[in-house]
């Protein structure tokens, strides 16, 4: 159980066009999902954080209007990079927060590599 | 502030000797703490976590850490290493709140040799 899945896996795209990225919790729902941007060699830098039905956080020095979330359902949460740039081929790894009786838990999703020619 | 610390950036060990990876943190209350795999080009996989109780978690993969609060640390250990353990490892730590956001230290890489 708690599987996080991403689409697509990995995407190679033209300078100037968007890229949307889904993150699925597929046998839980999470209010709550995380975006990760990870740079080669380094570590996972939070971007924002998706709440189901509200609008998302975004950490400090992210634009959000470069970085649209959206998370219209509770197993859903998408990831457009408006008008990509090469600056922006990276990995981005979504979580979806699981929460139980016992304890919560986020599960990482396995990633997308972005490449912007 | 909250911050993780892996001093360690890259480590090799040979296969069969045994592993410690150092991770020391920041945090003003109590955290939950974790500890992650990453193959290459792959998502994090959790290899344990720390939440109360016992100060030695045993995880996955026949991984332990154990939970020092004077010294803020939550090292890994596995007392025999296989080359499939090669991968980056990073140590994360975070509220105890639904929701919470974990901050994540930098990576160790471990490389082991035949």
């Known amino acids: 159980g708690a599987v996080v899945s991403q689409h697509p896996s990995w995407v190679i795209c033209k300078s100037g066009t968007s890229v949307k990225i889904e993150c699925r919790s597929l046998?839980?729902?999470?209010?709550?999902m995380f975006w990760y941007r990870q740079f080669p060699k380094q570590s996972l830098m939070l971007m924002a954080t998706s709440n189901e039905g509200s609008k998302a956080t975004y950490e400090q020095g992210v634009e959000k209007d470069k970085f649209l979330i959206n998370h219209a359902s509770l197993t859903l949460s998408t990831l457009t990079v408006t008008s990509a740039h090469p600056e922006d081929s990276s990995f981005y790894i979504c979580?979806?927060?699981?929460?139980?009786?016992?304890?919560?838990?986020?599960?990482f999703g396995p990633g997308t590599r972005l490449t912007v020619l | 502030a909250q911050s993780v610390t892996q001093p360690d950036i890259h480590i090799t060990v040979s296969e069969g000797a045994s592993l410690e990876l150092r991770c020391n943190y920041s945090?003003?209350?109590?955290?939950?703490l974790f500890w992650y795999v990453q193959s290459p080009g792959q998502g994090l996989q959790l290899l344990l976590k720390y939440f109360s109780g016992d100060t030695l978690v045993q995880g996955i993969k026949g991984f332990e850490a154990e939970f020092k609060r004077s010294q803020s640390s939550f090292n890994l250990r596995k007392p025999s290493v296989h080359w499939s353990d090669a991968a980056e490892y990073f140590c994360?730590?975070?509220?105890?709140?639904?929701?919470?956001?974990?901050?994540f230290g930098a990576g160790t890489i471990l490389r082991v040799k035949s």
């Open positions: 945090y003003g209350a109590t955290p939950y």
């Open positions: 979580s979806a927060f699981r929460q139980s009786m016992a304890y919560n838990e986020q599960f």
């Open positions: 994360a730590v975070g509220p105890m709140e639904y929701g919470n956001k974990l901050v």
């Open positions: 046998d839980f729902q999470a209010t709550t």
